[in-house]
């Protein structure tokens, strides 16, 4: 490959992860075209972009990005896939939902590590750490819950109180006739 063609190359990498807060590497090499094919749709369907990326590439990508991703290079080694989301547990959810039909613990795709929220996973041990990461989404909603929870308990109060008071009034003042 000529160096014209692989400096447009890492500069389409660095883009790819430029548009999306988060990335997995995953090992993929050992599924046959119809997982493969199963991985690809599921990936479509979760807005999750998958792409194989040669590992001298990626790092060269990496490093032109100018964050700190030394960690992820000793990751680098064999085929290497890339999946790319916005939202920061998809792709874990995803991996841990095709590996749980497999009964084998080698299962494909295996997690090498991830990027996620600035933070660095390194290891397919890290994989039930990244289902459990709540994306942004959820966190917005847990947060307008909390603040809906104590305007809920004063307007259900106020309710049921105001039902108390009338039927005290209407009581006295059937007494007093």
Same mark, same amino acid.
């Given at each position: 490959?000529?160096? !014209? ?9 660095? !883009? ?18 119809? *997982?493969?094919?199963? +991985?690809?749709?599921?990936?479509? *369907?979760? $807005? ?11 790092k060269k990508a990496l490093e032109s990005l100018g ?18 989301? &916005? ?18 613990? $080698?299962? /494909?795709?295996?997690? @090498? ?14 994989? $039930? ?6 994306? @942004? ?9 909390? +603040?809906?929870?104590?305007? *809920? &308990?004063?307007?259900?109060? /106020?309710?049921?109180?105001? &039902?108390?008071?009338?039927?005290? /009034?209407?009581? /006295?003042?059937? *007494? !007093?006739?």
């Amino acid at each position: 490959m000529k160096k !014209e063609d692989k400096a447009i190359i890492i500069e389409k990498i660095a !883009e790819t992860l430029k548009e999306y807060s988060c990335f997995y590497l995953t090992e993929t090499t050992g599924l046959d075209a119809a *997982k493969t094919s199963e +991985l690809r749709k599921a990936c479509f *369907k979760n $807005d999750i972009k998958l792409v194989v990326v040669k590992n001298k590439l990626l790092k060269k990508a990496l490093e032109s990005l100018g964050g700190d991703y030394t960690e992820l290079f000793d990751t680098l080694h064999g085929s290497t896939s890339l999946m790319c989301s &916005n939202t920061g547990n998809a792709p874990a959810k995803l991996i841990k939902e095709f590996t749980k039909k497999d009964k084998n613990p $080698d299962a /494909l795709p295996r997690l @090498k590590a991830a990027y996620v929220e600035e933070t660095i996973y390194v290891g397919a041990d890290q994989l $039930d750490a990244l289902t459990a990461i709540k994306s @942004k989404n959820e966190l917005i909603a847990d947060v307008i819950a909390l +603040l809906q929870s104590p305007a *809920k &308990n004063v307007v259900s109060a /106020l309710q049921s109180g105001g &039902n108390k008071l009338h039927g005290i /009034l209407e009581t /006295l003042s059937k *007494k !007093e006739d």
